[in-house]
Nanobody, 128 residues
Framework: QAQLVESGGGLVQPGGSLSVSCAASGFSLEAYAIAWFRQVPGKEREAVSCISSIGGTTYYGDSVKGRFTISRDNAKNTVYLQMNSLKPEDTAIYHC?????????????????????WGQGTQVIVSS
């Protein structure tokens, strides 16, 4: 069964760094664009970042530009989100997403959040 599995969340102090991962199971994510979103209960889901399959073009939401970096390691079938200079407002559940069919290779209109396959999420808490 094809699925995405996030990991790496945890508690980190403000100003600290954390890397979360999105591993593909049951399919090769090399051909797919992968996006990260975050969700705080009671608030709208926020688009964080996206990386395309061909060329690995990256995109970021305004609130994380310059602080977060998305990357992919196709050999490990994993996409990473490196988060630096973390702030309390970065606290959320982080989900990765893609479209398996039809396969989505670009990040066109990614901020709309219309992806068909989502991981279960990993919790990130930024607090002193």
């Amino acid at each position: 069964q094809a699925q995405l599995v996030e990991s790496g969340g945890g508690l980190v102090q403000p100003g600290g760094s954390l890397s979360v991962s999105c591993a593909a199971s049951g399919f090769s994510l090399e051909a797919y664009a992968i996006a990260w979103f975050r969700q705080v209960p009671g608030k709208e889901r926020e688009a964080v970042s996206c990386i395309s399959s061909i060329g690995g073009t990256t995109y970021y939401g305004d609130s994380v530009k310059g602080r977060f970096t998305i990357s992919r390691d196709n050999a490990k079938n994993t996409v990473y989100l490196q988060m630096n200079s973390l702030k309390p407002e970065d606290t959320a559940i982080y989900h990765c997403a893609t479209d398996l069919w039809p396969p989505r290779s670009t990040c066109h209109r990614w901020t709309a959040g219309q992806f068909g396959s989502w991981g279960q999420g990993t919790q990130v808490i930024v607090s002193s």
